[in-house]
């Protein structure tokens, strides 16, 4: 009997000790190669992304500034905020989105107007 009383347990003899620590061996240099190729992975990723995620925070930047020069040409009526200029995009949104709501209620009336004078025409 070994050590934990069951017969041919691979803690029980010096073989299966021995084959134990192997594995162990073994797990770690897998784990350690993993951790390498992640290294090397994110070293790689960073290298390849870092000029592009620049590039994209120079496009926010200039992008805002074109944003905030329409606001004050248009008055910055609530201020040279940005709370203010946020609160003007909004309305000016809310404000394009009736309108495109009212063109596109006006061009259904308009073709279904079509529709019926066709329609009265062929009678």
């Not at 994209?56 to 500034?65: D, K, T």
């Not at 020069?69 to 000016?92: F, K, R, S, V």
């Amino acid at each position: 009997m070994n050590a934990v009383g069951k017969e041919g347990d691979v803690m029980g003899n010096k073989d299966g000790m021995a084959q134990a620590e192997l594995l162990r061996n073994g797990l770690r240099e897998g784990i350690d190669g993993v951790k390498a190729s992640m290294g090397i992975f994110a070293k790689t990723l960073t290298e390849t992304l870092e000029p592009a995620l620049k590039e994209l925070g120079q496009a926010a930047v200039a992008f805002y500034n074109v944003m905030w020069d329409t606001y004050l040409e248009h008055g910055a009526i609530y201020g040279e905020t940005n709370e203010g200029m946020m609160q003007w995009y909004e309305e000016q949104g809310k404000a394009a989105q009736q309108h495109q709501k009212e063109n596109n209620e006006r061009a259904w009336a308009e073709c279904l107007a079509s529709i019926e004078k066709k329609v009265a025409d062929e009678q």
